[in-house]
């Protein structure tokens, strides 16, 4: 067995290999352990478009992500399954909609941010 500190994506992870059987028989994998501690990615300021009070609907990412696209602007009146953002996770365009009828109240981010699930991206009236 050999131990081996990997870096993917900003996390470490220590590993343990064990060599496999000459006979080609599959190996068991082990779990990687915990990640060491990581600086958590810096949140995003407001950007300038979020004028104005923040509305009652939350609109939340799916998944982790860049910011691909803003397809709505505040004031703009959405229906409900309309995209409203669009991020971008492992090469595809993933449209983030309204959960609702309303009116766009805030746009929480910028082309370009990344993202974690979960993240406020935008508000609605």
């Known amino acids: 067995m050999k ?6 994506n ?12 000459t006979g080609g028989a599959p190996v068991a994998a082990k779990a990687p352990a915990a990640p060491k501690a990581v600086a958590a990615p810096k949140a995003a ?12 609907v ?14 709505a602007s505040v004031g703009q009146a959405v229906k409900k399954g309309d995209a409203v953002i669009i991020l971008e996770a492992m090469k595809m365009e993933i449209p983030v909609v309204a ?3 309303g009116t766009v109240a805030s746009i929480n ?8 699930a979960g993240a406020l991206l935008a508000t609605l009236n």
């Open 58 to 71: 939350k609109i939340e990412a799916g998944a982790a992500g860049k910011v691909f696209k803003v397809e």
């Open 45 to 56: 300021a407001a950007p300038a478009a979020s004028a104005g009070a923040a509305g009652s």
């Open 109 to 116: 981010v910028s082309v370009g941010d990344a993202i974690e």
């Open 99 to 101: 959960p609702q009828d």
């Open 3 to 8: 131990n081996y500190t990997i870096t993917v």
């Open 10 to 21: 900003g996390n470490v992870y220590d590993v343990v290999v064990e060599e496999g059987q």
